[in-house]
């Protein structure tokens, strides 16, 4: 299972890869549903100048096109840093299956480093979301970016 991630989390290093080309804050998702990539995004708030284009937005916005559907329930999210609270709350919007994220951010991660939303939003959205997080999967200078 573990090689099944780490796969994944590559793909979304790539997203955040070309997010830090673009000069944008490094960060990169991946949603995949039945063992298929159905969304990537990458953090494009600066290119937009829209507070809302985080990696995992973007990615759950081709996501819920490409199945047509806003209830994610069959998909996994793979994000190179640990969401925040809107990501983490469009996480549970969409009712997603599992979250894997690489390295923990303790200035604004939702999950469980700088607050744990994920325990507030499973009573509002009635499901538990299982979460992995994989921090030696990202090379050591992502990690050193978010002094993770
Ligand atoms: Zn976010």
């Given at each position: 299972m573990e090689s099944y991630d780490?796969?994944?989390?590559?793909?979304?290093?790539?997203?955040?890869?070309?997010?830090?080309?673009r000069e944008e804050v490094p960060v990169g998702a991946v949603i995949v549903s039945a063992g298929a990539v159905v969304g990537t995004g990458y953090n494009c708030r600066e290119e937009r100048q829209n507070p809302l284009c985080h990696a995992e937005i973007m990615a759950i916005q081709e996501a819920s096109k490409a199945l047509r559907s806003w209830r994610l329930?069959?998909?996994?999210?793979?994000?190179?840093?640990e969401p925040c609270v809107m990501c983490i709350g469009a996480v549970l919007?969409?009712?997603?299956?599992?979250?894997?994220?690489?390295?923990?951010?303790?200035?604004?991660?939702?999950?469980?480093?700088?607050?744990?939303?994920?325990?507030?939003?499973?009573s509002i959205t009635n499901c538990r979301l299982?979460?992995?997080?994989?921090?030696?999967?990202?090379?050591?200078?992502?990690?050193?970016?978010f002094h993770a």
């Open positions: 780490l796969g994944f989390m590559k793909l979304a290093l790539a997203a955040a890869r070309e997010a830090s080309m329930d069959q998909c996994d999210i793979y994000v190179t840093l919007q969409a009712r997603m299956r599992r979250l894997v994220f690489g390295c923990r951010d303790p200035k604004a991660g939702a999950v469980e480093s700088y607050t744990a939303c994920v325990k507030i939003s499973d299982p979460k992995v997080c994989l921090p030696m999967s990202l090379p050591r200078c992502f990690r050193r970016f």
